[in-house]
């Protein structure tokens, strides 16, 4: 192993923040700030913040490469990232042997300093965890949102601007499993679908580690359209629900109809109607139906204020973006659905016969359940990256050779394929189901590039059209 020596203070550290991704980061920016002794660890050679960590933490000692049991053994605590799984046999060795392993939640959960809304979930996270955030920001609460996506949680706790009244975080099952002091005024389990099944045994595994938000939570928001996300949830606790139906008393947010349309709705009162919702499809209302619904739980009344704001959310970068629209087809940037629930929710949600581009690393998911989802609904598939053999069989296996298939090395082939290929009325549906990582650092760069590609091609095309 190869080791950067240098000292902090007298004291012996008595924590490791092991993995120095952007979780593991803001963990030792808080400890270095609250003075706390500690070393740092990361199992590559060179990781990314190499360089960075050594320069902004001087007098810290770094461990790169191999981590050993010795290393391990040297600590009271392990802060772990939630890249590594608590379930490696040397980490599970050091927690019987009585070293606490903890995340960067179990770290912010022991120091926060105001409620904290909780939202998880296969799909949708972000984009509830952002409508909540601006939904109470707009009616003059002090909001800090973070977590898993956007700032960090710890990050959030030293911002000194002003005291937070609430602070709204999106979490994942990585960073859940290794929390247990978490308290939230209210909670979420979205949905459950097939993810991280490289990570975990089962799905069922997957899901108990989302259920662990609901713990200690006052009040847990379920979903009553998605029955394992909602069994996760314990029955002695206090529940508000959300579902696309009707609702049938004032815990549960719905779906009603009414002179010709669709409003969203708690009991038999009606917030707004479903057609002033910018984002595009039905699993767009459910989450706008849990935001609401994760507001109420903190005992706030819905105001006009949270009303106009969710009016006027245009949805997250990635999450069914809409890029282009040319020649009377729409084309819908979703790079961020990375696994095959996030993707068959998106075109669970589209009203128009849709081309859809898929691909990149599956993670280990089962691909037939994304074929099932999609019969009927898709006209034209293009596959493209490193699982492109895996998506195109499991739709011809399950769609019997009825559907037109493309099979392509690149994203730029695939995006080139798909002009060809749309009829007017259609939508082009990036959405790859997949993670980004064969071909592109990250869902973002992979979502970029689709959204470039297309915009170049509609430029194009339009300077040659006579």
Same mark, same amino acid.
């Given at each position: ?256 109809? +009414?002179?010709?349309? $669709? ?8 917030? &707004?109607? *479903?057609?002033? !919702? @910018?984002?595009? =499809? ?53 790079? +961020?659905?990375?696994? $095959? ?8 949600? &589209?009203? *128009?016969?849709? !081309? @859809?581009?898929? =691909? ?107």
């Amino acid at each position: 192993m190869n080791v950067v020596s240098h000292t902090m203070g007298n004291d012996a550290p008595s924590t490791l923040v092991l993995g120095l991704g952007r979780s593991g980061y803001s963990a030792a920016r808080y400890l270095y700030r609250h003075n706390e002794p500690f070393e740092l660890a990361d199992t590559r050679a060179t990781p990314p913040m190499k360089d960075l960590v050594v320069n902004e933490f001087p007098g810290v000692k770094l461990h790169l490469g191999q981590v050993s049991d010795e290393l391990l053994g040297q600590f009271e605590r392990i802060v772990l990232s939630p890249g590594l799984s608590k379930h490696e046999p040397k980490l599970v060795a050091a927690a019987q042997a009585g070293i606490e392993i903890l995340g960067d939640i179990e770290l912010f959960s022991r120091h926060a300093i105001a409620p904290v809304v909780a939202i998880t979930g296969s799909n949708g996270k972000s984009t509830v965890t952002r409508m909540t955030g601006d939904m109470l920001e707009a009616d003059g609460y002090r909001v800090r949102v973070g977590g898993n996506i956007g700032v960090p949680a710890l990050d959030l706790l030293d911002d000194d601007t002003t005291t937070p009244e609430f602070y709204v975080l999106e979490l994942s099952s990585f960073q859940l499993e290794t929390t247990h002091s978490l308290k939230p005024a209210s909670a979420v389990v979205l949905n459950i679908s097939a993810d991280h099944m490289d990570r975990y045994a089962d799905l069922d595994a997957y899901a108990r580690a989302k259920g662990y938000i609901y713990a200690h939570a006052a009040v847990c928001v379920i979903n009553r359209d998605d029955i394992l996300a909602a069994s996760l949830c314990p029955q002695s606790s206090r529940q508000l629900n959300f579902g696309i139906d009707v609702p049938r008393s004032d815990d549960e947010f719905g779906l009603i109809t +009414k002179n010709g349309r $669709v409003w969203l709705a708690q009991g038999s009162r009606m917030f &707004l109607a *479903a057609d002033e !919702v @910018l984002l595009e =499809g039905t699993h767009n209302l459910a989450n706008a139906l849990a935001a609401l619904a994760l507001i109420a739980a903190l005992g706030i009344d819905i105001s006009k204020a949270m009303l106009d704001a969710l009016k006027s959310f245009r949805g997250l970068v990635h999450r069914m973006e809409r890029v282009a629209d040319f020649n009377g087809v729409r084309f819908i940037n979703d790079s +961020k659905g990375t696994n $095959v629930g996030a993707t068959a929710a998106a075109i669970a949600g &589209l009203d *128009a016969p849709i !081309v @859809l581009i898929a =691909g990149g690393r599956g993670k280990g998911a089962d691909f037939n359940v994304l074929a099932r989802a999609a019969s009927g609904r898709i006209r034209h598939l293009i596959v493209f990256g490193e699982d492109t053999d895996a998506i195109a069989d499991a739709f011809t296996k399950g769609l019997g050779g009825s559907l037109s298939i493309t099979r392509t090395r690149t994203l730029v082939e695939a995006v080139d394929k798909s002009f060809e290929v749309n009829h007017e009325g259609d939508v082009v549906l990036f959405s790859p189901a997949c993670a980004s990582f064969d071909q592109f650092e990250n869902f973002e760069q992979r979502g970029d590039r689709f959204r470039e590609l297309v915009q170049r091609r509609v430029a194009e095309e339009a300077i040659c059209k006579p």
